[in-house]
């Protein structure tokens, strides 16, 4: 494996202080990535930066301090920008994270333009937050959810897909990446023959973003959503890109500061973007920090960490299937970062808690995506997902840990 | 032995343990000794459904005295099932109202388990004290 010569996981465990610790007096090993990613120096700095040295509001510039925060927070969108290979950073809003993101995209797109006998066609592998908020608004407008099946393997049914896509088809929101299963969705494919029958294309991306080089214009879709603490930046800070043209009909969802042109009791005109979709004052120091994230996974090189992480997920899957009484839940030919799997005999949460006995952190249950564990048929899951920092000893210590787990309950 | 007898017997019991394995490995014992849950009682009513794992809880009075019938889909919640019922089963409503379950924090399982969220262990504790709380208003 020539890539892994080229990545020194050394090196790079050094930069991520967290990682030196330890739990219940033995070494951390941190497989939770799926849900949220530890954070290098580099982003813990930055925000001791900001607050330390240039703090204050943004686009408010009467002082050199909130230009200088101006700079540095439109910088981290700019970054953004590239990262995704956006068109134009404008259309880069920052927001909670996807799940803001995909309320945003709901509310506002979907108010606007759904309306009763449309439909809204979603995948079998969506996490809740890709599910409710579509329901919700199915509910205030009359549009129908439409889901497209998978198969044993997790991964989707491309005739399936096409047969539910027709031109009551007004919207495509389906995951990038599973997060219960790992499978990778081709989103390029399904984009152009969503984009066949007129339909809007939104990607969940909060799996797929810290995994490989995401490129929107590529893609060919017209949201894509992701969450800054999954790819190694602080939590409560995410980013909705939008395909400029559809932004601008958008009417904005939140009112209040920032988002307004003028305003006086018997007219409001709107700001353009991204502004409009970011009333009140913006989590700046977060976003700010992502930027520093993002700049950093960038410059490891988005092509060798999928190189390195693929090698290691197939070593672990390689492991793990050599323990009797365990059962991969996902198998698709095509996955990033995540191993979920079954103990025969055992609850998932019982593994899970003997797992962190010994420093092994997993996480167990159904991973907001109730509706893959009832396809499965299992109450629950554990999942191992991995990062770049993980190594082999680590997938070496999961299997040593399933032993013990095995061991206790035998 | 009173309920505070019974309690402190169960942090007695379990810091005799030095090793982590043998704790979880007497936990789990309780688990699979914890007396069957009546089907009748196993109702969504009694169900407690908590992310990682479910938990059900019926309660009732006999002669003064809460007893109490519970299961989980976990052992290990089974296990800690067993033990709250070591303290609270067999207990007076007024006993079980005044007696927080500070064995789980002292029997050193680790935060996982006293963060009951997930496995819905908490909310089983307040279920049971609720349902003394009921019963003291219905002696009155």
Same mark, same amino acid.
């Given at each position: 494996?020539?890539?892994?010569? @080229? ?134 407008? $009359? ?10 393997? $997790? ?50 991306? /909060? ?153 092994? /952190?997993?996480?167990? $249950? ?24 993980? @190594? ?8 040593? $840990? ?9 | %032995?009173?309920? !505070? ?12 343990? !030095? ?41 009732? %009075?006999?002669?003064?005295? %809460? ?7 976990? %052992? ?19 006993? !079980?109202? !005044? ?42």
């Amino acid at each position: 494996m020539p890539q892994l010569q @080229t990545f020194d996981v050394a090196s790079i465990r050094a930069e991520f202080p967290i990682l030196a610790r330890e739990v219940h007096g033995r070494p951390l090993v941190y497989l939770d990535n799926a849900a949220s990613a530890q954070k290098p120096r580099v982003v813990i700095d930055t925000l001791r930066d900001v607050y330390e040295r240039e703090y204050s509001n943004v686009h408010r510039a009467a002082h050199e301090l909130s230009a200088a925060t101006t700079e540095r927070f439109e910088a981290a969108r700019r970054t953004v920008q590239r990262f995704l290979n956006a068109p134009e950073d404008r259309e880069c809003i920052f927001v909670r994270g996807t799940t803001e993101a995909i309320n945003l995209v709901s509310n506002s797109w979907g108010r606007a333009n759904l309306k009763p006998g449309d439909e809204i066609l979603i995948t079998a592998m969506e996490h809740h937050s890709n599910i409710v908020p579509w329901q919700m608004i199915c509910q205030q407008t $009359g549009a129908k959810l439409v889901v497209a099946p998978m198969d044993q393997t $997790g991964t989707l049914l491309m005739p399936e897909f096409e047969k539910r896509l027709s031109p009551r088809t007004k919207l495509l929101a389906c995951v990038h990446v599973s997060n219960a299963l790992g499978t990778i969705n081709p989103i390029a494919e399904m984009a152009r023959r969503a984009k066949a029958v007129g339909a809007v294309v939104l990607v969940d991306g /909060a799996q797929a973003v810290p995994h490989s080089r995401i490129d929107v214009q590529a893609l060919g879709v017209d949201f894509y959503a992701f969450s800054g603490h999954k790819v190694y930046g602080p939590s409560g800070i995410g980013v909705l890109w939008g395909r400029a043209e559809l932004l601008e009909a958008m009417p904005p969802w939140q009112g209040g500061g920032e988002m307004i042109k003028s305003v006086s009791f018997e007219k409001t005109t709107y700001a353009g973007l991204p502004h409009r979709f970011e009333a009140g004052t913006p989590n700046i120091a977060d976003s700010i920090a992502l930027g520093a994230a993002l700049e950093y996974v960038s410059k490891l090189g988005l092509d060798a960490i999928e190189a390195y992480e693929h090698e290691l997920l197939q070593y672990a899957t390689a492991q793990v299937a050599q323990i009797k009484g365990l059962r991969v839940i996902g198998t698709s030919p095509r996955k990033a970062g995540v191993l979920g799997f079954v103990l025969d005999g055992i609850h998932a949460a019982d593994a899970g808690m003997i797992l962190d006995q010994q420093g092994i /952190a997993v996480r167990v $249950g159904q991973h907001c995506a109730e509706p893959v564990m009832d396809f499965f048929k299992v109450q629950a899951t554990i999942r191992a997902s991995f990062a770049f920092y993980n @190594t082999r000893a680590e997938v070496d210590a999961l299997v040593a $840990g399933i032993r013990k787990v095995q061991e206790l309950f035998s | %032995m009173t309920i !505070a007898e019974r309690q402190q017997a169960v942090i007695d019991e379990f810091n005799a343990i !030095a090793d982590w394995e043998e704790r979880y490995r007497r936990i789990i014992e309780y688990g699979r000794t914890l007396p069957a849950m009546e089907d009748a009682h196993k109702t969504d009513k009694n169900k407690v459904k908590g992310c990682q794992s479910t938990v059900w809880l019926h309660a009732a %009075m006999k002669e003064g005295r %809460m007893a109490l019938q519970g299961d989980s889909d976990a %052992m290990i919640v089974r296990g800690l099932i067993a033990l709250l019922f070591k303290v609270y089963d067999g207990a007076t409503p007024i006993e !079980a109202t !005044a007696t927080p379950p500070d064995f789980i924090n002292e029997i050193g399982l680790g935060r996982n388990l006293s963060q009951t969220r997930a496995n819905g262990l908490a909310a089983m504790v307040k279920q049971i004290k609720l349902y003394a709380a009921v019963f003291q208003a219905m002696q009155r």
